[in-house]
C-alpha cells in the first residue's frame, strides 16, 4: 500500500453537447491547462515526486495527469482507470488494484468532482462545489489523513 496519495482534481474544461443530447468531453481550457501545471508545481515544491500517475478515462483528466508529468525529469508512469473513488473505502480498494501491478510509495490521481467530494466529507475540508483542489493524504496502517490541502 502507499504511503502518500495525491489527488488532484482535473482543470477547468470544455464540454459539448452532441446533436444526440450527449456530453462531450473536448478537454482541458487554457485556464484549465494552467491550473494542471500550478497544480504540479505546487506539488513538486512539497518535494513529493509520484511513482504513479493514474486517470479516469476522460480527456480532461488524462490532460491534466500529462501537464503534471511534465513536471517531472524522469516521468512516472502514467495509467488510465474507469472511475474514481466515492468513499474512503473506496479508495483504498482503488490504491491496492492500482498498486497491485504497479507497486508504488506516491499515487498521484487525476480525477473529477466526486472524489473530491468524497475526501471533503471524510475529512470535513472546506472545498467547495466548484473549486478545483489537491489533497495529499497521509496513508499509515491503513488509515488515511490529510496532510496538505490546497485549492486551486
Known amino acids: 500500500m502507499p504511503t502518500t496519495f495525491i489527488f488532484v482534481r482535473h482543470g477547468e474544461s470544455r464540454k459539448a453537447t452532441s446533436e444526440q443530447g450527449?456530453?462531450?468531453?473536448?478537454?482541458?481550457?487554457?485556464q484549465g491547462k494552467a491550473q494542471a501545471k500550478d497544480a504540479g508545481e505546487w506539488i513538486a515544491d512539497l518535494?513529493?515526486?509520484?511513482?504513479?500517475?493514474?486517470?479516469?478515462?476522460?480527456?480532461?483528466?488524462?490532460?491534466?495527469?500529462?501537464?503534471i508529468a511534465?513536471?517531472?525529469?524522469?516521468?512516472?508512469?502514467?495509467?488510465?482507470?474507469?472511475?474514481?473513488?466515492?468513499?474512503l473505502d473506496g479508495l483504498h480498494k482503488k490504491l491496492e488494484q492500482w498498486t497491485r501491478k504497479h507497486p508504488a510509495q506516491v499515487v498521484l490521481?487525476?480525477?473529477?468532482?466526486?472524489?473530491?467530494?468524497?475526501?471533503t466529507r471524510a475529512f470535513g475540508l472546506g472545498l467547495k462545489a466548484k473549486e478545483r483542489g489537491v489533497v495529499v493524504v497521509g496513508l499509515v496502517d491503513g488509515e488515511a489523513s490529510p496532510t496538505t490541502l490546497t485549492a486551486c
Do not use: W
Open 22 to 30: 450527449n456530453s462531450m468531453d473536448l478537454g482541458l481550457t487554457e
Open 70 to 87: 511534465k513536471r517531472y525529469a524522469k516521468t512516472p508512469p502514467i495509467h488510465q482507470v474507469a472511475a474514481g473513488f466515492r468513499d
Open 47 to 67: 518535494g513529493l515526486l509520484p511513482d504513479l500517475i493514474v486517470h479516469t478515462r476522460t480527456v480532461r483528466t488524462r490532460e491534466t495527469a500529462q501537464i
Open 109 to 119: 490521481f487525476c480525477g473529477h468532482h466526486s472524489s473530491q467530494q468524497a475526501l
